[in-house]
């Protein structure tokens, strides 16, 4: 352990003193106690801990805390709150897009990735989009519906 890592998750800044390898994923969960951020696979393969660091989607349980020196982190926390929920975590609502709902902070921080940068994507572009972040409950049309209607609404 070295000098402490400077970053900011969801506007807050932090000093982390820890290995500067551990994944981001355990830092927001451990250290932070922000358990939004689920742990899948932990292999960067499932996109259950998807994050965006200065506004990339990231897989954070492949994110060394070294990497994150400086950087803008937004996690699920700073999207939306149950009182001030953010249109896509609306529209999921309505469309009752979640099963076990393990997967969805990851589809959510997804689709807001995807908004972010393409404002009115395709159904295609959606979907290619959502292609690496896997759902056991087979969900995808849903997720897909609540954010066409995210979309169609804006
Ligand atoms: S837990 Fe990070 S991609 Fe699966
Ligand atoms: S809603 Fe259950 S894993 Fe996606």
Same mark, same amino acid.
């Given at each position: ?12 800044? =932090? ?10 994923? =355990? ?14 696979? #932990?292999?960067?393969?499932? #996109? ?21 020196? #400086? ?6 926390? #700073? ?22 709902? =393990? ?19 395709? !159904?295609?572009?959606?979907? !290619? ?6 759902? *056991?409950?087979?969900?995808?049309? *849903? ?12």
């Amino acid at each position: 352990m070295s000098n402490p890592i400077n970053l900011k998750v969801n506007g807050v800044d =932090y000093a982390i003193l820890a290995d500067q390898n551990t994944p981001l994923l =355990y830092i927001l969960r451990n250290d932070l106690q922000l358990f939004g951020t689920r742990f899948g696979c #932990g292999l960067g393969l499932c #996109g259950a801990c998807s994050v965006l660091i200065d506004g990339q989607k990231m897989h954070s349980c492949d994110v060394p805390l070294w990497d994150c020196a #400086g950087k803008d982190i937004l996690t699920i926390e #700073g999207i939306g709150t149950p009182d001030n929920l953010h249109v896509l975590q609306q529209a999921f609502i309505d469309e009752q897009a979640a099963q076990c709902g =393990y997967c969805v902070s990851g589809i959510l921080i997804t689709a807001k990735a995807l908004l972010d940068q393409n404002p009115n994507p395709s !159904e295609s572009e959606i979907r !290619e989009a959502l292609d690496r972040n896997l759902c *056991r409950c087979g969900t995808h049309n *849903r997720f897909v519906r609540a954010i066409q209607k995210v979309i169609n609404s804006s």
